[in-house]
C-alpha cells in the first residue's frame, strides 16, 4: 500500500506543476483580441431576424424575446432586406425601413418624388447606412432613429462604409460620420481640389485619406479628427 501511494504522488508531482506553469502562462498572457477593443468594437451577436410575410415586416428581437411589425401598404412590393447585430434594414419600392433591438416600432424613410430605391443597405452592428440619388440615410441603432442628410444639386457620393458602430459616406464636398453613442450625422467639409483617396469603417472609428489629409471620425464622441498630410 505504501508502494502505491509513492508512485501516485510521483505521478501526480508533473501534473501539479504542469497546471501551475498553465496557470502562470494565463496571468501572464497579454489581453485577447476581444479584451483589447475599445468601447463599441465588439462584434455584437446577430440578435435580429427579418421576416416578409403578405403584408407585414417582421423583426424577431432575440435579446428581448419580443417581435416589431410594420404593416405593408397596398401593392408595395420588399426589394431588399438584411439584419446584422442589433440592427434591420428592409427596402420597398416605397420606402426604407429600419429597425434595432428592443424598438418599439420600425422607422420608416419614404423616397421622394424621382428618387429611385438604393440597390441595399451598409450595416454594421449598431448602425446601418443607405444612399440614394439624393439623400444619405443613416439609422442609429443606439436611439433607434433615422436620420437624414439631403445631397446638394450635382453633389456626388465617393464611397460609403459601414461596420461595427460607426458609418461614414463621402461625397465630392464633404465627409458624413454616423455614430449611435451621441446620435446623427457629423459632417467635415471637403476642400476644393482635396482628391478621396480611401474610405473604411472598423469598429467605432472611420478613416478618409485625401490628397491632403487624414480625416478620422470617432463615433464615442461624434468628432472628426485631421492630420495633415503636407
Not at 62 to 68: E, F, I, P, Y
Not at 137 to 161: H, I, K, Q, W
Not at 196 to 222: H, I, Y
Given at each position: 500500500?505504501?508502494?502505491?501511494?509513492r508512485r501516485a504522488g510521483a505521478a501526480a508531482a508533473p501534473a501539479l506543476a504542469l497546471a501551475a506553469a498553465l496557470a502562470l502562462a494565463l496571468v501572464a498572457a497579454p489581453p485577447s483580441s476581444a479584451q483589447r477593443r475599445a468601447p463599441g468594437?465588439?462584434?455584437?451577436?446577430?440578435?435580429?431576424?427579418?421576416?416578409?410575410?403578405?403584408?407585414?415586416?417582421?423583426?424577431?428581437?432575440?435579446?428581448?424575446?419580443?417581435?416589431?411589425?410594420?404593416?405593408?401598404?397596398?401593392?408595395?412590393?420588399?426589394?431588399?432586406?438584411?439584419?446584422?447585430?442589433?440592427?434591420?434594414?428592409?427596402?420597398?419600392?416605397?420606402?426604407?425601413?429600419?429597425?434595432?433591438?428592443?424598438?418599439?416600432?420600425?422607422?420608416?424613410?419614404?423616397?421622394?418624388?424621382?428618387?429611385?430605391?438604393?440597390?441595399?443597405?451598409?450595416?454594421?452592428?449598431?448602425?446601418?447606412?443607405?444612399?440614394?440619388?439624393?439623400?444619405?440615410?443613416?439609422?442609429?441603432?443606439?436611439?433607434?432613429?433615422?436620420?437624414?442628410?439631403?445631397?446638394?444639386?450635382?453633389?456626388?457620393?465617393?464611397?460609403?462604409?459601414?461596420?461595427?458602430?460607426?458609418?461614414?459616406?463621402?461625397?465630392?464636398?464633404?465627409?458624413?460620420?454616423?455614430?449611435?453613442?451621441?446620435?446623427?450625422?457629423?459632417?467635415?467639409?471637403?476642400?476644393?481640389?482635396?482628391?478621396?483617396?480611401?474610405?473604411?469603417?472598423?469598429?467605432?472609428?472611420?478613416?478618409?485619406?485625401?490628397?491632403?489629409?487624414?480625416?478620422?471620425?470617432?463615433?464615442?464622441?461624434?468628432?472628426?479628427?485631421?492630420?495633415?498630410?503636407?
Amino acid at each position: 500500500m505504501t508502494r502505491r501511494r509513492r508512485r501516485a504522488g510521483a505521478a501526480a508531482a508533473p501534473a501539479l506543476a504542469l497546471a501551475a506553469a498553465l496557470a502562470l502562462a494565463l496571468v501572464a498572457a497579454p489581453p485577447s483580441s476581444a479584451q483589447r477593443r475599445a468601447p463599441g468594437e465588439t462584434p455584437l451577436a446577430d440578435v435580429l431576424q427579418i421576416v416578409v410575410l403578405e403584408r407585414e415586416l417582421v423583426a424577431i428581437d432575440g435579446l428581448a424575446g419580443t417581435d416589431t411589425r410594420a404593416e405593408l401598404e397596398i401593392g408595395e412590393r420588399v426589394l431588399w432586406t438584411e439584419a446584422r447585430g442589433r440592427v434591420g434594414v428592409a427596402i420597398t419600392d416605397r420606402r426604407l425601413l429600419a429597425v434595432g433591438t428592443r424598438s418599439g416600432a420600425w422607422q420608416a424613410a419614404r423616397f421622394r418624388r424621382g428618387e429611385p430605391p438604393p440597390p441595399g443597405a451598409l450595416l454594421g452592428e449598431r448602425v446601418a447606412i443607405a444612399v440614394t440619388g439624393k439623400r444619405a440615410l443613416g439609422f442609429d441603432g443606439g436611439s433607434g432613429n433615422l436620420v437624414e442628410r439631403t445631397l446638394g444639386p450635382r453633389e456626388r457620393v465617393l464611397a460609403a462604409d459601414a461596420d461595427g458602430a460607426v458609418g461614414v459616406v463621402v461625397t465630392d464636398r464633404r465627409a458624413l460620420g454616423l455614430s449611435p453613442f451621441v446620435g446623427g450625422f457629423f459632417v467635415q467639409p471637403l476642400r476644393l481640389e482635396e482628391d478621396v483617396e480611401g474610405v473604411a469603417a472598423t469598429g467605432n472609428v472611420a478613416t478618409v485619406r485625401t490628397s491632403r489629409r487624414l480625416l478620422t471620425f470617432q463615433a464615442p464622441v461624434g468628432a472628426w479628427v485631421e492630420v495633415p498630410l503636407d
